[in-house]
């Protein structure tokens, strides 16, 4: 038996600890946002570690799931459960320097990101999938599909950006200045502003745990965030996406800042298969996680 005296202040944090327990016990186990169901790994791509996201869906095809820019796999958190409950394994892929994946040693380009989704068909032995990708992701997409159309049966381009070159050019000079030229300030404004801008493009029902997230993504990656919209404003959509074969979805939504390219790839592609969302913005997976689900079930099946 221990017989050394115990101080009051001892006493007090005991009391307060006990007290607190079954608040604690009461408070729910997922404190931010739930987490998907599925199982996280690597694959060993040619820049370093890919991160990604299995839901372990039971689809015979998988779907690559390829985020936008500045931000991960994540992207698709609302969408995973509803993908694999209408029978879709979905796989979301961290984008090298973003998320949890490694950096490309130089300022890379969407071509160069090919070979790191490649690696993860490798890494999970898939000989094929469906690849769907948001805005950057879609660029992407394509680049996949063209460097390996082997191993892509369907394409889903979930906005679609065939910019000309004097867009291109006003689209680099203001990431310049937004991203490239970004100031971090020892007060921790830069936060606030980024996050206040984020919570517009949202609209006015953004949940501050949502926009939080998105935040951290951006600023969490191994790489510059400018790396993702640099190699998508310098990426030639409108000369790839003439080149793509294999059967592809243009999909959109009429809040989305990028609405107008897809009526634009449309008008491009009219053999391509097209769904339209009504409302939202750049984050109709979360807007219209049902609708959006849908959709994409409805064509890769």
């Known amino acids: 038996m221990n017989d050394k005296p115990v101080s009051r202040r001892e006493v007090l944090q005991t009391a307060a600890i006990a ?45 690559l799931l390829l985020h936008q820019a500045p931000m991960s796999h994540r992207q698709f958190d609302a969408v995973y459960g509803p993908l694999k409950q209408r029978g879709v394994r979905a796989i979301g892929i961290d ?4 998320g949890m994946s490694d950096p490309t040693p130089f300022v890379p380009t969407v071509a160069d ?8 068909l490798d890494h999970l032995r898939i000989r094929q999938a469906d690849v769907l990708g ?3 992701g879609a660029l992407l997409a394509t680049e996949v599909a063209l460097q390996y159309p082997k191993r892509v049966r369907r394409v889903i381009l979930n906005g679609p950006f065939p910019i000309n070159e004097s867009e291109r050019a006003m689209f680099l000079a ?16 830069h936060l606030s502003e980024s996050f206040v801008k984020r919570s517009k493009f949202y609209g006015p ?42 059967p592809t979805l243009i999909l959109t939504n009429t809040g989305d800042m990028a609405y107008p390219m897809a009526q634009r790839a449309r008008q491009m592609r009219p053999d391509m298969a097209y769904v339209e969302l009504q409302g939202g913005n750049v984050d109709i997976v979360d807007q219209a996680t049902e609708a959006w689900s849908d959709a994409v079930k409805a064509f890769v099946a």
């Open 19 to 63: 007290g607190l327990a079954p608040l604690i016990a009461a408070a729910p186990v997922e404190a931010n946002q739930p987490r998907p169901s599925g199982e996280r790994g690597y694959a060993r791509g040619p820049h370093g570690q890919v991160h990604y996201h299995d839901n372990q869906g039971a689809s015979a095809v998988p779907l």
């Open 95 to 98: 984008m090298p320097g973003f």
């Open 113 to 120: 990101w090919a070979s790191s989704v490649a690696a993860v």
């Open 134 to 136: 948001h805005h950057t």
């Open 174 to 189: 203001d990431l310049q200045k937004t991203e490239i030229d970004f100031e971090y300030r020892a007060d921790g404004t």
């Open 205 to 246: 029902d953004a949940d501050p745990r949502h926009i939080t997230r998105i935040q951290v993504e951006k600023f969490m990656g191994y790489g510059p965030f400018w790396y993702g919209h640099n190699a998508a404003y310098r990426y030639d959509h409108a000369s790839t996406l003439p080149l793509l074969k294999h």
